[in-house]
T-cell receptor, first 110, second 112 residues
Framework: DTGVSQDPRHKITKRGQNVTFRCDPI?????LYWYRQTLGQGPEFLTY????????KSRLLSDRFSAERPKGSFSTLEIQRTEQGDSAMYLC????????FGPGTRLTVL | LAKTTQPISMDSYEGQEVNITCSHN???????ITWYQQFPSQGPRFIIQ???TKVTNEVASLFIPADRKSSTLSLPRVSLSDTAVYYC?????????????FGSGTQLTVLP
């Protein structure tokens, strides 16, 4: 257990539905990252926050994806109008230096 | 970002030393080399980071030759619980606010 928690751990949804994931980083960590991982591949960067400011977004983060980190604490990642290609593990990491990853949320879009 | 190449898979037996080599021919002068470990259904876990020569911690050693175009992660006396995917990454040091760029990793399977 790294101290980074994610909720839910698993989510099954139907195509077209909206989903929201939550990440609670280690409390004193000001940096928070979201990654996506598909089967057999390494994690791919999605977006990064320094405190409450979203400083970087990958081109992988389409208009259907939005992330927030109000008050620089927990973060949420929302996917609107889910597609089957969104099925993946969504990982959150926080850091002061090296990144500590949470257990991930596995999304299955039917 | 420098691209890394590592073997897709490796097998070993319990108690053996395992060496996983990673190629990074286009590593930049200010890039560090970092290795992560990932078990199924878990997020990656930092193992070790280095810039040059040799770095050792309680779980692994990292060997980096003078030209820094490759690196070798050494795991002493592996056990069944070391079965995992190992990722080699190059980029800024841990203290920098950088995104991590993972390749496909090396699946290490430790056999009894």
């Amino acid at each position: 257990d790294t101290g980074v928690s994610q909720d839910p751990r698993h989510k099954i949804t139907k195509r077209g539905q909206n989903v929201t994931f939550r990440c609670d980083p280690i409390s004193e960590h000001n940096r928070l990252y979201w990654y996506r991982q598909t089967l057999g591949q390494g994690p791919e960067f999605l977006t990064y926050f320094q405190n409450e400011a979203q400083l970087e977004k990958s081109r992988l983060l389409s208009d259907r994806f939005s992330a927030e980190r109000p008050k620089g604490s927990f973060s949420t990642l929302e996917i609107q109008r889910t597609e089957q290609g969104d099925s993946a593990m969504y990982l959150c990491a926080s850091s002061p230096s090296e990144q500590f990853f949470g257990p991930g949320t596995r999304l299955t879009v039917l | 970002l420098a691209k890394t190449t590592q073997p897709i898979s490796m097998d070993s037996y319990e108690g053996q030393e395992v060496n996983i080599t990673c190629s990074h021919n286009n590593i930049a002068t200010n890039d560090y080399i970092t290795w992560y470990q990932q078990f199924p259904s878990q997020g990656p876990r930092f193992i070790i980071q280095g810039y040059k020569t040799k770095v050792t911690n309680e779980v692994a050693s990292l060997f980096i030759p003078a030209d820094r175009k490759s690196s070798t992660l050494s795991l002493p006396r592996v056990s069944l619980s070391d079965t995992a995917v190992y990722y080699c990454l190059v980029g800024g040091p841990s203290g920098s606010a950088r995104q991590l760029t993972f390749g496909s990793g090396t699946q290490l399977t430790v056999l009894p």
